[in-house]
């Protein structure tokens, strides 16, 4: 299966984005898919234990953020080229 791009998800998709609020990649993030109208679901791992140990589910631990959850399935943690956060 190809893995999928998060800057071209499938129409549709659920995405989830597990944030830090302060992070300037996780801002990057947030910015782009608001203006490309892809919708997302914030989830704040930083101050909220419960969905950092989910955000740590999916990573294998990884504190990188944002950690991006497509259609359930954990694609990358960081934004950009090469993802950074």
């Known amino acids: 299966m190809a893995r999928v791009d998060v800057e071209h998800p499938p129409k549709d998709a659920e995405i989830k984005l597990y944030i830090s609020p302060d992070c300037p990649?996780?801002?990057?993030?947030?910015?782009?898919?608001?203006?490309?109208?892809?919708?997302?679901?914030?989830?704040?791992?930083?101050?909220?234990?419960?969905l950092r140990d989910e955000m740590f589910r999916y990573t294998k631990d990884d504190p990188t953020v944002p950690a991006i959850v497509i259609n359930g399935e954990y694609i990358q943690s960081g934004w950009g080229s090469p993802p950074r956060g």
Not at 25 to 36: D, N
């Open 25 to 50: 990649y996780c801002a990057r993030a947030i910015a782009y898919y608001g203006h490309e109208g892809i919708a997302y679901t914030t989830y704040d791992a930083q101050n909220n234990e419960t």
